[in-house]
């Protein structure tokens, strides 16, 4: 299977596919993305080739409540939330328009109910809304998005239900 779990190995290449990824803001450090997959390893995922190079991957982690995280700090252990925060999702530049978006998310909307969580929280950056509305994300009126995420981030959830 593409879909298999960050090792220590894979931050070269996850670092690379971010840089790519995010022309509106800034890409976060190493240190801050590994303490999303540290904080969840379960539910953070690459996507690789038949060479094992990556491809995509994607990091969410535990989160309390539906305020996200501000961008550009680690985030701490919480074993204790039966809610997920999509942190991020990214493609490969040169892998884009294969569906690799979408086993990654998919993927984790499946772990994510064998994992007994409630719902999945994301902030939509760069106009990508309708992505994730296709995979029944809503957007949540009336909460604060730190200014981190660009002026057109939306906050989305979606509820689990098994």
Same mark, same amino acid.
């Given at each position: 299977?593409?879909?298999?779990?960050?090792?220590?190995?894979?931050?070269?290449?996850?670092?690379?596919? =971010?840089? @790519?990824?995010?022309?509106?803001?800034?890409?976060?450090? /190493?240190?801050?993305? #590994? !303490?999303?997959? *540290?904080?969840?390893?379960?539910?953070?995922?690459?996507?690789?080739?038949?060479?094992?190079?990556?491809?995509?991957?994607?990091?969410?982690?535990?989160? =309390?409540? @539906?305020?996200?995280?501000?961008?550009?700090?680690?985030? /701490?252990?919480?074993? #204790? !939330?039966?809610? *997920?925060?999509?942190?991020?999702?990214?493609?490969?530049?040169?892998?884009?328009?294969?569906?690799?978006?979408?086993?990654?998310?998919?993927?984790?909307?499946?772990?994510?109910?064998?994992?007994?969580?409630?719902?999945?929280?994301?902030?939509?950056?760069?106009?990508?809304?309708?992505?994730?509305?296709?995979?029944?994300?809503?957007?949540?009126?009336?909460?604060?998005?730190?200014?981190?995420?660009?002026?057109?981030?939306?906050?989305?959830?979606?509820?689990?239900?098994?």
């Amino acid at each position: 299977m593409p879909i298999k779990p960050i090792s220590e190995n894979s931050w070269p290449e996850i670092s690379k596919i =971010e840089e @790519e990824a995010y022309t509106e803001i800034p890409p976060e450090s /190493a240190p801050v993305l #590994k !303490s999303k997959w *540290l904080a969840s390893p379960a539910t953070c995922s690459v996507y690789t080739d038949n060479k094992n190079e990556i491809l995509g991957y994607l990091l969410s982690h535990p989160w =309390e409540n @539906e305020t996200p995280p501000k961008l550009y700090q680690k985030t /701490a252990i919480n074993n #204790k !939330s039966c809610n *997920l925060f999509l942190h991020d999702l990214a493609v490969s530049r040169s892998a884009r328009g294969k569906g690799i978006a979408h086993y990654l998310v998919e993927h984790l909307i499946k772990e994510a109910k064998r994992l007994n969580f409630k719902k999945i929280v994301l902030v939509a950056v760069q106009g990508s809304g309708d992505f994730w509305a296709k995979y029944g994300f809503k957007e949540i009126q009336g909460r604060e998005i730190c200014h981190s995420y660009g002026d057109s981030a939306k906050l989305m959830k979606i509820e689990l239900q098994r």
